[in-house]
Every structure is written in structure tokens, then in C-alpha cells.
């Protein structure tokens, strides 16, 4: 079935260092992606999306390309605040289907 | 913005006994849907509804949950007998359609805790 894995975290960085979080899925269709990142105590926020190969999402400074070759949808950032600290998520939604698939999560915790 | 509301933000409930997590969506969205997370663990999909009905549900989406739209606002998920294991964060979203490439919206979680 349909999946998606992300890289285990938590990720720790320094204010201003460049960003990846990978992002890899299995799809049967032709998915659409995204990207939620879910600030604490609060709910899953939509951070960018991308419904076909090779469309690049962005929004904040955050982006991602929908890479179809090697069915990935890394999110990159340029330069982290303290600010973006959050766990973020990577989900597919497969043609035919009304549902997420979600990643496992990804902490990100940005130092001062 | 407008977002999706859910309430309570905490039940603490007994094993055993009937809960409802109530949720309002976004006003002009027709797609609405139930993910659960276990603590630690993924996101699941349990649920979607449209028009009156489920479209699709998952196979955590047994005969002790059901879901309903009792009036123009609400959008209800009742678990009648509830388990231990039960005990998760409830995530409520809505979309204006069921299209893959509608992003969905969340609330911000109901987190349910079964002693």
C-alpha cells in the first residue's frame, strides 16, 4: 500500500543554518504532497503542497519539489529561525482516494 | 482564517463508557474527516463524510465508532464502548472537496484519555 517515510528526528540546528528534512513515499496513482508542520499544542497547519512531478511548493521560505524519479519531496529552508521550531510532516493523499498518508514526524528544534 | 474547532481539547473518560468529540468545520467545506494519533506514532486516517455519508474509512474504523452531522454546523465522532487503548490525539479536518489535491485543514486536536 501506500506510504511515506521521513527522516527519524529530532533535527537540531542553529539559527540560520539551511534546512532538509527527506521526505520518500510508494504511491499506486499519481499523488498529491504536502507538507504540515504542527506548532506545540496546536493542530496539523498546512505548509506547502505540490500535486504533480517536478511542481515546487513554498510558502514561509520553506520549499519542496515533487521529484517523481526518485518519489521524494524534501523540504528545505534557507536560513531557520528559533521560531520554526515545530514537528513537521510529510503526507500524500493518492489518486481515487480521500485520505492522508502521513510520515512518522520530524522534531525540528532551532537554538538561539 | 477560518479554521476548524474542536471540542474538548481534553477527555478523560472510563474505560467502558461513551464519548463524543465534537467538531465544527470550516463553514463552506463539504469533505470532512477523523485521523487519530497514538502517542509517539503516526497520524492515521479513520473516517471521511460527505453528504451524510462515509466515502471511505479505514480499518481502525470499526463498529464501536460512528460518525454523524446531527445539524448544519457539527460534525461528531462517537466511540460507544471506549478501550485503553482508545487513548489518542483526534484530529478533525475539512476540505472544500474530496479531490486528492484539496489540501485538507485541521483543528487542533482532541486529546482523549481512557483510564
Known amino acids: 500500500g501506500d506510504s511515506v517515510t521521513q527522516m527519524e528526528g529530532p533535527v537540531t540546528l542553529s539559527e540560520e543554518a539551511f534546512l532538509t528534512i527527506n521526505c520518500t513515499y510508494t504511491?499506486?496513482?499519481?499523488?498529491?504532497l504536502f507538507w504540515y508542520v504542527q506548532y506545540p499544542g496546536e493542530g496539523l497547519q498546512l505548509l506547502l503542497k505540490?500535486?504533480?512531478?517536478?511542481d515546487k511548493g513554498s510558502n514561509k521560505g520553506f520549499e519542496a519539489t515533487y521529484r517523481k524519479e526518485t518519489t521524494s519531496f524534501h523540504l528545505e529552508k534557507g536560513s531557520v529561525q528559533v521560531s520554526d521550531s515545530a514537528v513537521y510532516f510529510c503526507a500524500l493523499s493518492d489518486s481515487g482516494t480521500y485520505k492522508y498518508i502521513f510520515g512518522t514526524g520530524t522534531r525540528l528544534k532551532v537554538l538561539a | 482564517e477560518p479554521e476548524v474547532t474542536q471540542t474538548p481539547s481534553h477527555q478523560v473518560t472510563q474505560m467502558g463508557q461513551e464519548v463524543i468529540l465534537r467538531c465544527v468545520p470550516i463553514?463552506?467545506?463539504?469533505?470532512f474527516y477523523w485521523y487519530r494519533q497514538i502517542l509517539g506514532q503516526k497520524v492515521e486516517f479513520l473516517v471521511s463524510f460527505y453528504n451524510n455519508e462515509i466515502s471511505e474509512k479505514s480499518e481502525i474504523f470499526d463498529d464501536q465508532f460512528s460518525v454523524e452531522r446531527p445539524d448544519g454546523s457539527n460534525f461528531t465522532l462517537k466511540i460507544r464502548s471506549t478501550k485503553l487503548e482508545d487513548s489518542a490525539m483526534y484530529f478533525c479536518a475539512s476540505s472544500v472537496w474530496g479531490r486528492d489535491n484539496q489540501p485538507q485543514h485541521f483543528g487542533d486536536g482532541t486529546r482523549l484519555s481512557i483510564l
Open positions: 504511491a499506486t496513482g499519481y499523488p498529491s
Open positions: 463553514s463552506n467545506h463539504l469533505y
Open positions: 505540490a500535486t504533480k512531478a517536478d
